[in-house]
């Protein structure tokens, strides 16, 4: 029978420069959601955030997976990201579903000819691009910037809450095979506060949802999140690197910041898909 030991001392060690990258990067990612050229219509920083966290993604996607030939590899599966990324700002989501379908294939062919893993290749193109794809869908829609804003806060409360409760309490751990750090307790502060954002989002009198579906998206979106950040340890731990890379002071890479909002944003794609069918306003 497992006990739960004894609460441990916080690690203060990396929450300095932590929140210092979060002081920096919040206000430039809210501020490219918020601003509208139009009723609906997102400004170009907007268009222009997404563009350049593709590319950057992708880049530390070769950089990790294929580390002889990443230059090839990281343009492949940027071009085709982006083609699906075009054909989405455009409104064209069936194209652009199918463009990364067809570009996972191309960068497969690609990895094989540099002697990579085509595979992984592939899986850059879907793991990257379904996630912007759901982005750029869930902005174009109406209250898009309340749903985005819904995202952003789910992911980042989970997170968060997550790092916070597991330094204070400890206990079990989760899955210590691939994430060594991560504790049950941090796990469940991370969902409750997921749901406590999502509740709290939802009390705004524009944004029509229900409490009782904003906590049904808060849990299944904190659960995502969770599930994203254990996904990415397994890739690290698979790949044998410690951090997807080094751009974010506090953080390593910007896979490692935004692995558990790629899972967020696609899972509160699909529940603002059946909120806007008519379910939970």
Same mark, same amino acid.
């Given at each position: 029978?497992?006990?739960?030991?004894?609460?441990?001392?916080?690690?203060?060690?990396?929450?300095?420069?932590?929140?210092?990258?979060?002081?920096?990067?919040?206000?430039?990612?809210?501020?490219?959601?918020?601003?509208?050229?139009?009723?609906?219509?997102?400004?170009?920083?907007?268009?222009?955030?997404?563009?350049?966290?593709?590319?950057?993604?992708?880049?530390?996607?070769?950089?990790?997976?294929?580390?002889?030939?990443?230059?090839?590899?990281?343009?492949?599966?940027?071009?085709?990201?982006?083609?699906?990324?075009?054909?989405?700002?455009?409104?064209?989501?069936?194209?652009?579903?199918?463009?990364?379908?067809?570009?996972?294939?191309?960068?497969?062919?690609?990895?094989?000819?540099?002697?990579?893993?085509?595979?992984?290749?592939?899986?850059?193109?879907?793991?990257?691009?379904?996630?912007?794809?759901?982005?750029?869908?869930?902005?174009?829609?109406?209250?898009?910037?309340?749903?985005? &804003?819904? @995202? $952003?806060? #789910?992911?980042?409360?989970?997170?968060? *809450? /997550?790092? =916070?409760? %597991?330094?204070?309490? !400890?206990?079990?751990?989760?899955?210590?095979?691939?994430?060594?750090?991560?504790?049950?307790?941090?796990?469940?502060?991370?969902?409750?506060?997921?749901?406590?954002?999502?509740?709290? &989002?939802? @009390? $705004?009198? #524009?944004?029509?949802?229900?409490?009782? *579906? /904003?906590? =049904?998206? %808060?849990?299944?979106? !904190?659960?995502?999140?969770?599930?994203?950040?254990?996904?990415?340890?397994?890739?690290?731990?698979?790949?044998?690197?410690?951090?997807?890379?080094?751009?974010?002071?506090?953080?390593?890479?910007?896979?490692?910041? #935004?692995?558990?909002?790629?899972?967020?944003?696609?899972? =509160?794609?699909?529940?603002?898909?059946?909120?806007?069918?008519?379910?939970?306003?």
């Amino acid at each position: 029978m497992t006990s739960l030991s004894p609460a441990r001392a916080f690690d203060w060690s990396n929450l300095g420069v932590r929140a210092a990258s979060a002081a920096v990067l919040l206000p430039a990612a809210l501020g490219a959601v918020w601003f509208e050229m139009g009723p609906g219509q997102p400004a170009w920083p907007f268009l222009l955030m997404v563009v350049a966290a593709v590319s950057l993604l992708c880049v530390e996607w070769g950089g990790m997976t294929a580390p002889s030939a990443k230059t090839r590899v990281s343009t492949a599966v940027c071009a085709a990201v982006l083609t699906a990324v075009f054909f989405a700002q455009r409104e064209n989501m069936a194209i652009a579903w199918g463009a990364l379908v067809a570009g996972g294939a191309l960068a497969a062919v690609v990895a094989r000819g540099v002697a990579e893993r085509p595979g992984n290749a592939a899986l850059g193109v879907f793991y990257i691009g379904a996630a912007a794809v759901c982005f750029i869908w869930m902005r174009s829609m109406p209250q898009g910037r309340w749903w985005i &804003l819904m @995202a $952003f806060a #789910v992911a980042w409360a989970a997170d968060i *809450a /997550a790092y =916070l409760v %597991g330094n204070l309490i !400890g206990g079990p751990k989760l899955w210590p095979r691939f994430s060594p750090n991560k504790t049950w307790a941090g796990f469940l502060g991370g969902l409750a506060a997921a749901m406590i954002a999502a509740v709290a &989002l939802a @009390a $705004f009198p #524009v944004f029509q949802l229900n409490p009782w *579906a /904003a906590a =049904l998206a %808060g849990l299944c979106g !904190g659960l995502a999140g969770m599930a994203g950040d254990l996904w990415e340890s397994m890739l690290k731990r698979r790949f044998g690197v410690k951090d997807s890379g080094d751009l974010i002071p506090g953080h390593g890479g910007l896979l490692d910041r #935004v692995d558990g909002l790629m899972f967020v944003v696609v899972v =509160l794609s699909l529940f603002r898909l059946v909120n806007h069918l008519g379910w939970g306003h």
